[in-house]
């Protein structure tokens, strides 16, 4: 059983950046892939990007890359989603969730969850 926080949301104006943080305890969270998801107003959750146990994949979408970069700190069982240049369609809740089985982009591989932070860009 792993148990995910988020923190690091809020309110911030268009062009500015946020650095959400996903905090784990329970098993070892080396061993785990993690994914980031987004549900904006009205729409479906979606996949943000992934990183896998060691760090050493990570992978966005493609509308994303160059302004949204995942990393991690196994020592300090946490993984971070830095944004930047941030604008309103990024308006969303923004979920990490973790698995042992799969680096994978889709939301039915992960297995625990976060209860997500909000971000809020205001134009």
């Known amino acids: 059983q792993v148990r995910l926080v988020e923190s690091g949301g809020g309110l911030v104006q268009a062009g500015g950046s946020l650095r959400l943080s996903c905090a784990a305890s329970?098993?070892?969270?080396?061993?785990?892939?993690v994914g980031w998801f987004r549900r904006a107003p009205g729409k479906e959750r979606e996949f943000v990007g992934a990183?896998?146990?060691?760090?050493?994949?990570?992978y966005y979408v493609g509308s994303l890359k160059g302004r949204f970069t995942i990393s991690r700190d196994n020592a300090k069982n946490t993984v971070y989603l830095q944004m930047n240049n941030l604008n309103a369609d990024d308006t969303a809740i923004y979920y990490c969730?973790?698995?042992?089985?799969?680096?994978?982009?889709?939301?039915?591989?992960?297995?625990?969850w976060g209860q997500g932070t909000q971000v809020t860009v205001s134009s």
């Open positions: 990183i896998n146990e060691s760090g050493g994949i990570i």
């Open positions: 329970g098993r070892t969270f080396s061993n785990y892939n």
């Open positions: 969730a973790a698995n042992l089985r799969a680096f994978s982009k889709s939301d039915t591989a992960y297995d625990y």
